[in-house]
């Protein structure tokens, strides 16, 4: 397995072949979902086989945007069996870079550890400082590609995954409320959000009470 000249051949495609309007999967992209990626790796205690692996699973994930935006994942683990072959990949190996891709796909759906790390690599952006300008690079992105009719659909795709994935709602609906305001929280961003309050139907009433202060505190209206 010789993960150096795959990933030259692979980073070298998609500098090369992914369109020019992709904003957010672009090669940036996957340089940081890879370094998020090695971080998690190294917090796991993954060998460095299967870190290695984990790299290949994550420079591949998003190759299949140099075809086509849709089923992208099944595209990037066509294009991971037509040539990590030629680095000595055996079809273990590249069944398990495969399963990692597939796992990426929204809803996403881990089945094991090195899925679960590509997984939490791919959002890792979700929470950090520059939430906001990769935020809006994916939403223009989408709106080019005809994904998303509006703000409210890109709202409820995201809520609907950060309920999937269990993540923490209450403390991420703030954000994106700002987020979907474009920086200016309004009365419909708040309506949105009190809609997804009821889609999630929190069992943690502590969590409800304090999205619901935090409302009261900033605004003077509740709905």
């Known amino acids: ?129 520059d939430f906001w300008q990769i935020g809006n690079n994916l939403y223009d992105e989408l709106v080019i590609y005809s994904v998303l009719n509006n703000e409210k659909d890109e709202l409820l795709k995201i809520l609907q995954d950060l309920k999937a994935r269990d993540l923490f709602p209450i403390y991420a609906l703030i954000d994106l409320m700002e987020f979907f305001s474009r920086g200016k929280i309004n009365d419909s961003a708040l309506k949105f959000c009190l809609f997804a309050l009821n889609l999630l139907n929190l069992e943690n009433q502590s969590e409800e009470r304090f999205f619901i202060s935090f409302i009261n505190s900033h605004f003077l209206l509740l709905m």
């Open 1 to 129: 397995m010789d993960y150096t000249k795959a990933s030259e051949f692979i980073l070298n495609k998609v500098k090369t072949d992914l369109p020019e309007c992709l904003k957010y999967h672009s090669y940036h992209h996957i340089m940081d979902v890879l370094d998020a990626a090695i971080t998690l790796a190294e917090q796991e205690g993954l060998s460095e086989y299967e870190t290695l692996l984990l790299k290949t699973a994550v420079l591949y994930h998003d190759s299949g945007f140099t075809r086509q935006s849709n089923e992208h994942e099944k595209i990037g683990c066509d294009i991971a069996k037509e040539t990590l072959p030629n680095f000595g990949y055996s079809e273990k190996e590249i069944e398990q870079i495969c399963g990692m891709i597939m796992a990426t796909k929204i809803p996403q759906t881990p089945t094991n550890l090195l899925e679960q790390i590509i997984c939490d690599a791919d959002l890792d952006y979700l929470g950090r400082d």
